[in-house]
C-alpha cells in the first residue's frame, strides 16, 4: 500500500535520496532494499517479534507484531503531518500483518517470501526515484 502512487509522497521519505540518480544508484538501492530494509526488517518483527508474541499470546501477537512495526515506521519518519503520519502507521501496520499472517500461515514460518515481497516493493519505489 506504501508504494502506490498517490502514497509514496507522504510515506517513502528514504526513497528521495535517490531522485534522478538513474543507473549509478541501482546497487545501493538493490542492497539497501533487499538486504537492509527486505531481509533485516522481516527477520527482527516477523522472524524474532512475531515468532515470541505469537508463542505467548496466539494469532493475536501476528496482529501486535504489526502495531510495533507500524509505530516504529512513524517514530523514524521525520517532519510527519497528521495526515502522513496516519497514512505511515496504517499501511505499514496493514503491511506488517500481512506479512505476519502470512509467514506464520501460509509460508510455514519461513520469513524468506515475506524478505523478498518487502525488499521488492522498497526496490520498486526505488527505482521510481532514481528514474525519475
Not at 539497501?32 to 512475531?50: A, C, D, P, V
Not at 501486535?64 to 495526515?83: E, R
Not at 509467514?103 to 522498497?122: C, D, R, T, V
Request: net charge neutral; proline share 4%; charged share 5%.
Amino acid at each position: 500500500m506504501t508504494h502506490l502512487p498517490f502514497f509514496t509522497q507522504f510515506t517513502q521519505p528514504s526513497a528521495s535520496v535517490y531522485t534522478g540518480l538513474g543507473m549509478p544508484a541501482m546497487l545501493p538501492i538493490m542492497i539497501i532494499s533487499f538486504i537492509q530494509t527486505g531481509f533485516f526488517e522481516e527477520f527482527l518483527f516477523r522472524g524474532f517479534i512475531s515468532k515470541r508474541l505469537v508463542r505467548q499470546f496466539g494469532d493475536f501477537g501476528i496482529l501486535l507484531q504489526a502495531i510495533l512495526f507500524g509505530s516504529l515506521h512513524v517514530l523514524l519518519a521525520g517532519n510527519l503531518t497528521l495526515l502522513s503520519g496516519t497514512i505511515i502507521f496504517t499501511t505499514t501496520t496493514a503491511g506488517g500483518f500481512l506479512l505476519g499472517y502470512l509467514a506464520e500461515k501460509s509460508f510455514q514460518g519461513s520469513i524468506l517470501p515475506g524478505a523478498f515481497m518487502h525488499g521488492l516493493g522498497n526496490f520498486i519505489i526505488n527505482l521510481i526515484q532514481a528514474f525519475s
